[in-house]
């Protein structure tokens, strides 16, 4: 990641540096080798012509030799053979990864209550190694971190949520969505803040119109050379507006966004997405919180804004703000991918198909020659809000599903319930479908 500060995610950092490491030891090996293997072959032809020299009758064969020797002009030279660079250099990959909505709600808020304050360490421990072996990961926080009165009716979160979405290996937050004011710009301004104060980069709204001039609307990352812009955009902000002078704070995708969502804010849109294309990034992620709640539907108006948004450049486009997983479209010759809604990644799991979702992993591949970026892949990590009463511990938690239904084939202490067992065979089916765009039941 390019840091606009000096307190951006140390822990990618250490991650470069020890691939860095690795890297160069490689290369010190494959340079022993290859120097082993020109002694190896100076040291036979040495003891060859040694052998020759001490045998009988080689010495006229060797002045011979000499006086035959034809002097070629100095501008032709062997041929020799271009060897290709490893593959490695031929290409880079990196991984992006993304999960949905993290709600802040009041149960959300009592899973990370301890004795001695709030500690969030258990309910994103199970999905740790899948956050944090990308090399930058994404997820969309609907909530404020303004103080208390934690939990629902305010949408307000303490600090120790960050601190362990960090921890978990959280690159950048999503802070364009229906909740970026829920408690005014002043609670929008905080939790820019403390944000940015955790190590962790918001996208897609602004303290104030001057940040946003400064930022132009994107934020831009790198990984393994790789330059990576991101943008955010949400539909709407709960039925409010932004207050005159401050209607910059938040990138919106409608010109109607406190009421009926049926203008395409095409001007706004365009103009954020040509400042992405000035800074001539490799590949271009917009992270949109738009669709119907609860629903399936995909409008007619988001299939615009994904028309305009490939037009002006975006590769690649993540959903968040149905609540539901909705379906991935790769499209392999033109390198984008499009996935519609992620579902919820944290939260009351209570609405039809709020418990399961995924966890995306996004392969983008630079080809080094001709400097061309792609996503060549994806694949995804199925996961499963546990409620308090679907495990023995009565920990509410996010889990990897898999995994949880091995404890439980495997009788493990503090493995779930029978019946949350059951709906998870049940998600994991319903998962697959949702990606392919089958429409199904929650």
């Not at 949520?161 to 004011?181: E, K, P, Y």
């Not at 997983?325 to 944290?346: P, Q, V």
């Not at 920990?395 to 091995?406: F, K, L, W």
Request: hydrophobic letters at 35%.
């Amino acid at each position: 990641m390019t840091p606009q500060d000096d307190e951006l995610n140390k822990r990618r950092q250490r991650r470069d540096e020890m691939r860095k490491k690795r890297e160069a030891e490689q290369r010190r090996l494959r340079a022993g080798l290859v120097a082993a293997g020109v002694i190896a072959v100076i040291c036979a032809v040495g003891l060859f012509w040694m052998a020759r020299k001490n045998a009988p009758g080689e010495a006229s064969l060797e002045a011979e030799t000499q006086s035959n020797l034809v002097t070629m002009p100095s501008s032709t030279t062997a041929p020799t053979e271009t060897q290709p660079k490893a593959w490695s250099e031929q290409t880079t990959t990196i991984h992006v990864r993304a999960a949905g909505d993290l709600n802040i709600t009041d149960s959300v808020v009592k899973s990370g209550l301890t004795i001695t304050g709030y500690e969030f360490i258990r309910p994103f421990m199970d999905v740790l190694p899948t956050l944090s072996e990308a090399d930058l990961t994404v997820l969309n926080l609907e909530g404020n971190i303004v103080g208390e009165p934690y939990g629902t009716e305010r949408t307000s979160a303490p600090t120790e949520i960050l601190t362990a979405l960090r921890n978990a290996g959280v690159d950048l937050i999503q802070m364009a969505n229906s909740c970026s004011i829920n408690n005014g710009l002043i609670g929008l301004n905080s939790t820019l803040q403390a944000i940015a104060n955790s190590g962790m980069e918001p996208v897609g709204a602004y303290a104030t119109k001057q940040d946003f001039q400064r930022a132009k609307g994107y934020t831009i990352c790198e990984a393994k050379g790789i330059k990576i812009a991101f943008v955010a955009f949400t539909k709407g902000l709960s039925g409010m507006g932004l207050p005159s002078g401050s209607e910059d704070c938040v990138n919106i995708l409608y010109e109607d966004y406190d009421s009926t969502y049926k203008k395409v804010n095409k001007e706004g849109i365009t103009k954020i997405l040509k400042n992405v294309a000035a800074e001539k990034p490799d590949i271009t992620i917009a992270l949109l919180h738009w669709g119907s709640e609860g629903t399936d539907t995909i409008s007619d108006t988001q299939e615009e804004i994904v028309k305009l948004m490939k037009k002006q450049g975006v590769q690649v486009i993540i959903g968040s703000h149905p609540h539901r997983l909705h379906k991935i479209e790769h499209d392999k010759a033109a390198g984008t991918l499009i996935a519609y809604s992620l579902g919820d990644f944290f939260g009351d799991a209570t609405a039809g198909g709020s418990n399961y979702s995924i966890i995306l992993d996004i392969a983008i591949t630079k080809d080094n020659q001709s400097g061309q970026t792609r996503v060549t892949d994806f694949s995804f990590t199925p996961i499963y809000t546990l409620k308090e009463s679907d495990c023995a511990d009565g920990d509410r938690r996010v889990v990897r599903i898999s995994q949880a239904m091995y404890a439980y084939e495997n009788n493990f202490v503090d493995s779930i319930t029978t019946a949350c067992y059951k709906d998870m065979q049940y998600a994991m089916t319903r998962i697959a479908a949702r990606i392919r765009g089958e429409k199904t039941s929650s």
